[in-house]
């Protein structure tokens, strides 16, 4: 993969005071892909122990069932008591975090519209209420964790019209991007925030495990990975240029998706990504002589490029008065680099003649 978006490995980027003679020593590597995740999501080795203690206990019930018709949070509430925790603080945290999930993929961006009505949903809102004052009591035979055990389930399984058993608990958009854009952080090396780690191909094979619950498919990560590269390049001062061109090339293959699916729900977080997208861009390109001199042209001609496939896309493959047209009629690059020229041109002999 690294190959392929032509992206350096952490190795090939000396930074100041790592030569040889400085002192450090070789970094020790994770022995298991799992063991490196942790490492890049920052968890603390006592809260992954206690998780996997808990989906061990988790996973002995599911006996003939898959991972997806399970509700995780639901399961380590019931799984997890206070004993597990250092302090009554700590377990009262862990505990509403828990319920914020449930309240976020239930409640708040669920992947069946909820009716105003429904009793589950009140039922749920109440307890989560109710439960930022107090912590609940959540032993197996305890009334008060049937009564969430009951509003959850009710909720999760509700049909979205497949005759799947999965359990929609954290598919709903955009909760789910955002959970599957976490996760894409950690291909990024905790020590080099520019570069990907060497075990990219394994660490996304992990990932991909968490598709059928978060509801992800191949269009909707390649176009969240395709944001993760941009937007790790705009956050880390535009200097990897390396970041820009990957993104670029993962856009070219948006772009195939775009062409292929007319889905609307995947239409509309395509628009909202690629505008913010072209939006960056154009500030810099239509006025493009206040943003780049002679010392910094590729990063222009990465700017443009991106810019300008972002656009095609918005405009070929978004615009339904686009599809009006006879294709061939407009030309969406030809169009873009002529904007950019005019306005950083009469942008310029507006300063000058001031």
């Not at 400085?22 to 490492?39: F, N």
């Not at 809260?47 to 509700?71: H, K, N, Y």
């Not at 609940?136 to 389930?153: D, F, H, P, W, Y």
């Not at 080099?192 to 498919?217: A, P, Q, R, Y």
Request: charged share 25%.
């Amino acid at each position: 993969m690294k190959k392929a978006l032509g992206l350096k490995s952490p190795g090939s980027k000396k930074s100041p005071g790592s030569g040889p003679g400085s002192g450090e020593g070789k970094s020790k590597r994770p022995t298991t892909v799992g063991e490196l995740m942790r490492i890049q999501m920052r968890i603390p080795e006592t809260v992954d122990s206690r998780v996997r203690r808990a989906l061990l206990r988790i996973g002995g019930g599911l006996v003939g069932r898959r991972i997806e018709s399970v509700v995780l949070p639901l399961e380590l509430l019931q799984q997890l008591k206070q004993s597990d925790f250092t302090d009554q603080q700590e377990y009262d945290a862990w505990q509403k975090r828990n319920l914020k999930v449930l309240e976020a993929g239930l409640l708040l961006h669920p992947r069946v519209s909820l009716d105003k009505s429904n009793n589950a949903s009140q039922r749920l809102r109440q307890i989560i209420h109710a439960a930022l004052d107090r912590p609940i009591e959540t032993g197996k035979n305890n009334e008060s964790m049937q009564v969430l055990r009951s509003a959850v389930m009710s909720l999760a399984s509700r049909s979205d019209g497949s005759f799947s058993d999965s359990c929609h608990w954290a598919d709903g958009i955009p909760l789910n991007l955002r959970l599957h854009e976490m996760l894409l952080e950690t291909c990024f090396d905790i020590n080099d925030e520019t570069s990907i780690v060497e075990e990219v191909d394994e660490l996304m094979e992990h990932i991909k495990k968490t598709w059928v619950v978060l509801g992800i498919n191949q269009m909707l990560h390649n176009l969240c990975f395709t944001w993760v590269l941009f937007h790790r390049f705009v956050a880390t001062g535009q200097v990897e240029m390396d970041l820009l061109y990957a993104a670029d090339g993962q856009l070219a293959e948006v772009a195939k998706d775009a062409k292929a699916t007319k889905d609307p729900d995947y239409s509309k977080i395509l628009s909202s990504t690629l505008t913010s997208v072209l939006g960056w861009a154009e500030k810099r390109l239509l006025a493009y002589h206040d943003t780049f001199d002679s010392g910094n042209i590729y990063t222009m001609q990465g700017i443009v490029s991106l810019g300008v496939s972002a656009a095609k896309i918005l405009v070929e493959d978004v615009s339904t008065e686009y599809r009006r047209k006879r294709k061939g009629e407009v030309d969406v690059a030809r169009n873009r680099i002529d904007t950019y020229i005019r306005s950083s041109l009469r942008t310029a002999f507006a300063q000058a003649s001031l």
